[in-house]
């Protein structure tokens, strides 16, 4: 299973995200758990500075905008 | 170039709908078919031609620039990033701990975020279209000294003792180990990277900001039509010192971004009302508003909000004054 953070300190962007990844994995019969990650100190900790941004399995993969369809699809294969 | 939106608004308003420039209803619809055409067609072609021109600039890039600068230095510097960067409000939180946990200063950071709301290119773009070029200057002038003189002060009283325990002891971090490099990777952009870019910003920020335009035009073509000349110069004219903080207090409730307060400013500036008084009206709109002050809080213990709440206040009042005074010389 993989687990899918969304970092994000609320903005209706990164809370869009979450739901486009968590649509896409469904389409997909992905087994994935995507959590919202709003703490500021757990963000500061991934060194990212513009939200939404998209950890996968622990690995920084987007950052600034809410990610293409096509995107989510490679992360979750 | 701008007459051809004046013509329009003429053969719409005078010669379709046969109304007459004298009439509240003639004037105040003249006002806003002139600025509403003017100002989203305005928006459309510069949004797309200033984010193809800046498609390279983000925040990480400029966290690299500024660390490590020498103080003097990096308040002029935050506060022209600031002004120049596209940069969303959402993400100011990250911004500041980024900026932070690399060691810059809490007033350098500050000086960013300060003058990031204030001067941005669509208040820039309203504003040399509806007040001309002079007015705009003076605008990007007093809203990076605000910007600068924040910053500075902040440090002055060593801000980062205020800071969330969890963000100074990230900047504390950052400090003793000056030799920390930052990372900052190049990125070489094509022609169709620009492209995509800018027509993505232009979409985005068009979208977001049309409603203020007609609201903001709204507004400021019923004070054009309905409030009578001279009013607005006789109540809240230069004689009354107290008519500045006012206008700063007032603007505080009054959220909104500078794309909806500029034509409200044309409106009050053309029916008389002092411009220090205009200017510190207009920036306590859309600098010191409480939503995006309590999402500081995430990074800052109260005191420090508190502070820089009244700093901002403080500033636009004395602004809003010395303009005043230098305007009826």
Redesign the interface.
Known sequence: MKTVKV???G????TKTAEVIERVAQAMGADVEVIKETR??V??QY?????PAVVVDETLVHS?SIPAQEEIKQWLQ | MFASFTYLADWLVYQQLGLSAQTKWGSALHFFVEDVTKIFALLLVMIYVISFLRAAM???RV?SYLSGQHRGVGYLMGSSFGAITPF?S??S???F??FT?AGIPVGITMAFLLTSPLINEVAVLLLLSLLGWKFTLMYVLVGMTIGIMGGALLDLLRAERWLQP??AK?YQQAVQQPGMEIECEVRKLSFQDRHDFAKTEMLEIFGRVWKWVIIGVGLGAGLHGFVPEGWLESHLGDGQWWSVPAAVLMGIPLYSNATGVIPVMESLLLKGLPVGTTLAFCMSTVAASFPEFI?LK??MQWRLLALIFVVLLLSFTVMGWIFNVAFAL
């Open positions: 970092l994000g300190t903005c209706t962007k990164c500021p100190e963000i500061m060194q990212v500075m513009r939200t600034g | 983000d925040v990480e966290r969303c959402c993400s939180i990250p911004v701990l980024g946990s969890f963000a990230a999402l995430q990074v």
